[in-house]
């Protein structure tokens, strides 16, 4: 699944040496604005120590992880909905992104510039809103006029549910609130789709620290989790500095050093999976000597979508998925167990996958 997270936040606050951590490539990390001009993009695999443990077992030829994409978006300034600051070509950017991760400076540093010349996260966090507020609706004027005429005069359901849309959101937009809050039916939320609005995006603010407030926060950490508290939206709190240093170490070496930081992970890896799950999306396994592989599927996907993934035609010829949990083969040791133990199913085209199932597809083309 080509799903993504944008990188989104006011320039130097961290985006894009988060960004190189995430993903090891070369985006310009420069103390100055714009340093970005196009949206980097990087595939990232997400950890996932159940794989790791199914590997133990199975013993394949070979192990591939299922990945997401994150794109680094140049930093936005106030006015961008006007088109300040490359502002029209970045918020095009955010746009077809599907989530957006939005970084907001929580440290203090007198060597790194502030575009807005002191450290608010509140603030940082409410230029940006407001931005991409604006540019919403700016979508919805344009599109206000025509439909409704078109409403008026139709009686096309699909017409009548874009207009009924339009005045929700038009109606949240000016009260200063994202497109996501509207109280849309899902007949409508449909129609709103083609409007393409950033502000109806998933939204997860990543606290970017330094060390100390890594594990104990800050005045500004707290700032910015009672705001997602208030949202109803998610804090990742990562020192993009450190996971730079790590990202660069040997595994053996990252081991010995997140050791000696009291760390059981990288910080990244719980963005990854933050952002994993702001997508709504989790992972079934295919197991098997030649391979063990990860696969991405939205949640409430049933088994022929699963399958899906893998090719259309095994969604289109689908017959059946023969499917056990990733649990039964770690408590049981092996296939072959699980099989005796009488948990080996066979499931239909109604079967709704479980996060972390083990799936063998039978299709017929």
């Not at 997270?5 to 985006?27: D, E, H, M, Q, W």
């Not at 088109?83 to 991760?101: P, S, V, W």
């Not at 359901?157 to 207009?163: D, G, L, N, S, T």
């Not at 022929?304 to 035609?313: E, L, T, W, Y």
Request: proline share 4%; charged share 25%.
């Amino acid at each position: 699944m080509a799903l993504n997270c944008g990188i989104v936040g006011l320039p130097n606050v961290g985006k894009s040496t988060i960004f190189n951590a995430l993903t090891s490539a070369k985006a310009q990390a420069a103390n100055y604005p714009f340093c970005t001009i196009d949206p980097n993009v990087g595939m990232v695999s997400v950890p996932d120590a159940r794989q790791d443990r199914i590997t133990a077992f199975v013993k394949p030829n070979r192990v591939v992880p299922t990945t997401m994409e994150f794109i680094d978006i140049a930093g936005l300034v106030a006015g961008a909905s006007k088109g300040e600051g490359l502002g029209n070509q970045f918020l095009g950017h955010i746009r077809a992104t599907d989530a957006i991760c939005h970084v907001v400076r929580c440290f203090d540093d007198d060597n790194v510039i502030h575009v807005a010349g002191g450290v608010n996260p509140l603030s940082d966090i409410d230029i940006i809103n407001t931005e991409l507020m604006l540019a919403d609706m700016d979508s919805v004027e344009k599109r206000w006029n025509k439909s409704e005429k078109a409403a008026r005069m139709s009686q096309d359901p699909k017409i009548k549910f874009e207009w009924e849309a339009l005045k929700k959101l038009r109606e949240v937009l000016e009260a200063g609130k994202p497109a996501r809050v509207a109280d849309l039916t899902d007949d409508e939320r449909i129609a709103a789709r083609e409007l393409f609005l950033i502000t109806a995006k998933p939204v997860l603010y990543v606290a970017n620290v330094d060390e100390a407030g890594l594990k104990d926060g800050n005045k500004w950490v707290s700032m910015v989790e009672q705001r997602a508290a208030e949202e109803g939206a998610q804090v990742v709190r990562i020192c993009g500095a450190l996971e730079a240093e790590i990202s660069q170490l040997e595994p053996e070496e990252r081991k010995e050093f997140l050791a000696e930081m009291g760390l059981e992970e990288p910080g990244l890896n719980r963005l990854i999976h933050s952002a994993y799950k702001l997508l709504g999306l989790f992972t079934y396994f295919t197991a098997g000597v030649q391979e063990v592989r990860a696969w991405t599927i939205p949640n409430g996907a049933k088994a022929p979508q699963a399958a899906g993934v893998i090719h259309s035609d095994f969604e289109r010829g689908f017959i059946r998925a023969d499917a056990y949990h990733c649990e039964e083969l770690f408590k049981l040791g092996s296939e072959q167990a699980v099989k005796e133990a009488g948990l080996y199913r066979s499931e239909g085209k109604e079967y709704v996958v479980k996060d972390g199932d083990i799936l063998f597809f039978k299709f017929n083309v």
